[in-house]
């Protein structure tokens, strides 16, 4: 693996190996014998972590997971780069790559900023998608899969609703294509503007939330986001009540299903305060296999390091 930039170029077998990997590193975790023979870089390793948009999960996560295998690692801070002379991400890229790092993890607002940089024959770093506008998260939708995995052991037969702000959501973009490969039931849920037919339906059918409550085995809530809203102002009162998880919809889940959400969390308006720490929710497990995975994704794309 060069380079991770779609959840979708990863064959079936390559996740798998991903979440068993995160699996290893969150079991040696635990066990200090283990995590003293944790894989360490045997080279002089650096990534590059590119947040053009603001991030607090996917940013940290991999700068821990960086440290913990022993990579070097370098932040840019955009806002004190040469960015704001009006350098362009390319002629970011081919600086960092020219200084020496070894990988770059890049977050921008542009859908898909990364096809120029994977093209060009001067830049040779490994490219990791932390997020491309409202297109994909494919290191998010893998910690995603990892959690799901870790509940139930497969994908397959899996009744799955991804719920709220879906036209935005990059989140939802790479969850919805991959579950569905893996053989899950994708449904989609929440205010019907947000529901693009001619994108989404390909991939599952929109349902009234409170119509399947009862019957889905993981429910995905979405954040809604504000940022790349374009359209008439959003009013956020009633939104828990028509499509977020109130009390009452989180009692009429079922007994083994889970909630999860990639965070932030806009309370009150997704999931009520009440039910983000709740027995169901995986939240923070999601936030805390996102250390994990990303681990187990620099591992594989810097294989050569080790
Ligand atoms: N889930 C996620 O991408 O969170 P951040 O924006 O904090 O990285």
Redesign the pocket.
């Known amino acids: 693996l060069k380079h991770l930039l779609t959840i979708e170029q990863l064959t079936d077998q390559e996740i798998m190996e991903l979440i068993n990997l995160a699996k290893k590193f969150k079991a040696s975790n635990n066990d200090k014998d283990a995590k003293n023979k944790l894989d360490k870089t045997n080279e002089h390793t650096v990534v590059g972590n590119l947040f053009f948009?603001?991030?607090?999960?996917?940013?940290?996560?991999f700068e821990i997971a960086e440290k913990k295998l022993g990579i070097e690692t370098i932040d840019l801070n955009v806002a004190t780069s040469a960015v704001q002379k009006g350098e362009s991400l390319y002629d970011t890229v081919l600086t960092m790559n020219a200084i020496g790092v070894d990988a770059l993890v890049i977050?921008h607002p542009d859908i898909e900023y990364y096809k120029p940089l994977i093209e060009s024959q001067t830049i040779k770093c490994s490219i990791i998608n932390?997020?491309d506008g409202s297109g994909e998260?494919p290191t998010?939708s893998l910690l995603d899969l990892m959690t799901i995995y870790e509940e139930f052991e497969k994908f397959k037969g899996l009744k799955i609703a991804i719920v709220g702000d879906l036209k935005h959501s990059r989140?939802a973009r790479s969850n919805m294509k991959i579950l569905k490969r893996l053989g899950a039931e994708i449904y989609f849920a929440g205010p019907r503007e947000w529901y693009v037919e001619q994108e989404f339906g390909h991939f599952g059918k929109f349902i009234d939330i409170d119509t399947m409550i009862d019957q889905l085995d993981v429910v995905m809530f979405l954040?809604v986001q504000l940022e790349r809203h374009t359209e008439q102002e959003f009013k956020q009162n009633s939104f828990l009540e028509k499509y977020g998880l109130s009390n009452t919809r989180y009692a009429k889940l079922k007994h083994n299903a889970i909630v999860m959400h990639?965070?932030?969390v806009n309370r009150d308006v997704e999931m009520g305060t009440e039910t983000i720490e709740a027995p169901k929710s995986r939240l923070v497990a999601?936030m805390a296999n996102?250390v994990f995975m990303r681990m187990a994704i620099l591992r594989t794309i810097l294989r050569d390091k080790f």
């Open positions: 948009e603001t991030s607090t999960r996917t940013h940290k996560s977050r932390g997020g998260h998010q989140v954040r990639p965070c932030p999601q996102g």
